[in-house]
């Protein structure tokens, strides 16, 4: 499985949402309009842009890993790399207590939110019951990972908190039991390339690199 | 409130899809023996109106599948046999305002005719495959003119044991023929 890092192109612009179709009933004589939804629940689409790839090395493995997608053919986990916006705080970096770092100089890093579902949720289930120890509460818009045995990585947004109850879009795209990690350090999500990948050169160097996913909602061999 | 519609065609296995993404799971019902899963993800590419009248004419429409999936694929290859003259049921999912399914509703029945594959250029140089299901209601094969009839073979087809058109091939224009037995 290919698993695409943003963060490794120091992307401007990254716009992660879900969209959907909406049926219109017609606008009213009041210019009113009735609307409902007629997709399921939707899908989560990501898009980046504005990729910084002035390395050599970058701009190769930019080209490496579009290539490598095939076209939109083959699914690619897209990590969100958005951790302002998690529970897990900043990360936490410690040495040894005599202050020395591992041989390879890197420290002890503080391991961020730990979140496990308490009862089981039910395939397409819009409220999940989670208990979890961050470092920040859960205030609602945050993104959250369940890896699902078939479906694979699923990336779903916290819309509403009542207790340990939690209201999440889209719906449950596979059934999970009590006890399945929720990861909220890491929000990833099983998706496939949509379109074509900008990764022109300006003045035979510079690179700047657009893509946009897709949730791949092919199902699962 | 919201909903979304599928399409159930009876094949062997029946193909079950629907307009929303990822599967969903119905309980068992007057149709639908067991708890059954209708397939998502773009599966449905679109799903025509359809009429209800009482009398009026006999309606013939389309219905388009994505041609890539793995289902469609089987349907097109494997069950291209039974695909025609299967039933094909119009489906209404209706959901509360949190995505859970609260009912499911039969609008409409009729029957396939035929599967045809559509391969054609899009923009940019893609191209795309459709599978294009026609269906029918069961008077659409039928013309309305005076010299049509109910016939044997339509009738058996809706109700296996029923005989009551069975002289229908004898009739020709002009003549009359007394009921009871020949």
Known sequence: MIHFHPCQFDFEDQDVRREGLTTSGGTSLSGFEDVIRTDGGGFITAEFSNGETWERRDTLA???????????????VVHFCDRLHQPGGEMARVPHSDGTPFSDDTLYRSSGAQASLVADAAMRATAIRLTIVAERPLIGGEMFTIVHPSWGERAYRVIGIDGDMVQIRPPL?????????????????????????????NMGRFQSVAVRFVEDMRQPQ | MNESFGLRIDTVPPARLWSGVGDLSIPADIVEAQPATYMGAGALLN??????????????????????????????????ASVRGAKVHFVRFDFDDAWQLIGVEYEAVFRADKLTVESQDEEGGARSRKLTLSIGTE????????????????QRRRSPTDRIFDHVAGITTGTSRRFGPR
């Open chain 1, 62 to 76: 930019a080209r490496a890993i579009l290539d490598a997608m095939d076209g939109g053919a083959v699914p690619v």
């Open chain 1, 173 to 201: 795209r596979e059934s999970a039991q009590a006890g399945t990690s929720v990861d909220f350090d890491d929000p990833r999500c099983r998706m496939r390339l949509s379109g074509v990948p900008s990764n022109a050169i």
């Open chain 2, 47 to 80: 799903a025509p109106d359809f009429q209800q009248l009482i009398n009026g004419s006999a309606e013939r429409l389309e219905a388009q599948i994505s041609g890539v999936s793995a289902e469609a694929i089987r349907l097109a290859l494997d069950e291209a």
């Open chain 2, 139 to 154: 008077d659409t094969n039928r013309s309305r003119s005076p010299l049509a009839y109910f016939t044997d073979q339509d």
